[in-house]
């Protein structure tokens, strides 16, 4: 895919070891093609394990924290990966394929995935873990993509279980996997393709959506969609020191069926209470705030942002941050330090749009 990227005169910036497009014609512009109409990103950089053996699904309820075991085939669900204090190690996306399940992961945890996974599987005898380098993903997201892929080029071939409203769908014979899932608030698909000239090349497919005068979109428009849909990010509003109930992602961790690890440090939290909360913050000043800034109730230290940007949907500077529980109400008037000046901001939902 690089070489369509440098076609497309795209900014290319180095991203968790890959050399990525940051943006096209523009950050701004991009954005609001996907909350508008439609647009297609680049995501392969995306980690992708498969995990098959007799053992897979007993090795995904000891390290995830959802119930594998309740996702029916060819269905897909969110999880974490937590340490044993509860803190995330990464946040992933699980896709019951039948045979074998397969995980989505952060670029940048790819490795520490793999760690997990490796020193895990000496307690399971039958359980194989499979990285697939050979794959790439486009991601096609927006209020019209459901239009384009109608009409996609394989459709006419596919299996029974292609519907209009698409969870999850698998292509065996062209080697592409069809997801709807996303990372922007909007609908969309998402596309994992075989790296096989005699299957589907993803240049193909990207260049089919191209025709359709659908706009290419790089790492600024997606961290800027996430943030204003109040999606966490690694590194951000998760590492291993936060919990995913103070992210307010407790729906996907579940207490009844499984011992996940991290399991009783999460349960333990659950009963004693989160003392902080993930937040939505909304200015009016222009002073975009970053990470790491303090948030403050009078002259209390109540918090710090996580993620900030201009936000092109609502025109004025948005955050994500984590303050005291008791002080994370929608409407509650905070301030943030920046340059040594304090400024208003309101307390939100954590989606922003």
């Given at each position: 895919?690089?070489?369509?990227h440098l076609k497309l005169g795209a900014k290319i910036v180095p991203f968790a070891g890959w050399e990525m497009p940051v943006f096209y014609k523009g950050i701004i512009e991009e954005h ?134 698409l969870q999850y769908y698998k292509y065996e014979k062209e080697g592409i996997l069809i997801s709807r899932t996303g990372y922007t608030g909007e609908d969309g698909f998402e596309f994992f ?127 994500l941050g984590f303050v005291k529980s008791e002080l994370a109400n929608i409407g509650n008037i905070v301030e943030v330090e920046i340059r040594n000046k304090k400024i208003q901001a309101v ?7």
């Amino acid at each position: 895919m690089y070489e369509e990227h440098l076609k497309l005169g795209a900014k290319i910036v180095p991203f968790a070891g890959w050399e990525m497009p940051v943006f096209y014609k523009g950050i701004i512009e991009e954005h609001l093609a996907v909350r508008n109409s439609a647009g297609i990103f680049d995501i392969s950089h995306m980690g992708v394990i498969d995990i098959s053996g007799k053992d897979a699904l007993d090795f995904l309820l000891k390290v995830a924290t959802n119930d594998t075991s309740k996702l029916p085939p060819f269905k897909s669900h969110y999880s974490l990966l937590c340490n044993e204090s509860g803190g995330v190690i990464d946040d992933i996306l699980v896709y019951n394929l039948k045979d074998y399940f397969r995980i989505i992961v952060n670029a940048s945890n790819t490795d520490k995935v793999i760690n997990l996974f490796k020193s895990q599987q000496e307690l399971f005898k039958e359980v194989n873990i499979k990285l697939r380098n050979d794959i790439s993903s486009i991601s096609l997201q927006g209020p019209t993509a459901k239009s384009f892929v109608k009409d996609f080029p394989a459709e006419k071939n596919c299996i029974e279980e292609w519907k209009e409203i698409l969870q999850y769908y698998k292509y065996e014979k062209e080697g592409i996997l069809i997801s709807r899932t996303g990372y922007t608030g909007e609908d969309g698909f998402e596309f994992f393709i075989e790296n096989d000239p005699y299957k589907g090349r993803p240049e193909q497919i990207w260049e089919y959506f191209l025709d359709q005068g659908i706009r290419p979109c790089g790492l600024g428009a997606r961290d800027t969609l996430r943030l204003e849909a109040g999606l966490p990010l690694y590194g951000h509003e998760y590492n291993e020191t936060i919990t995913p109930l103070e992210v307010g992602y407790g729906w996907a961790v579940n207490f009844d069926n499984h011992n996940f690890i991290g399991k009783e440090a999460l349960l333990k939290q659950k009963q004693e209470g989160i003392k902080k909360k993930l937040v939505g913050l909304k200015f009016h000043d222009k002073v975009i705030p970053r990470q790491g800034i303090k948030i403050y109730s009078g002259d209390q230290e109540i918090g710090r942002v996580t993620s900030g940007t201009f936000s092109p949907s609502l025109g004025i500077p948005v955050a994500l941050g984590f303050v005291k529980s008791e002080l994370a109400n929608i409407g509650n008037i905070v301030e943030v330090e920046i340059r040594n000046k304090k400024i208003q901001a309101v307390v939100s939902l954590k989606k922003l749009v």
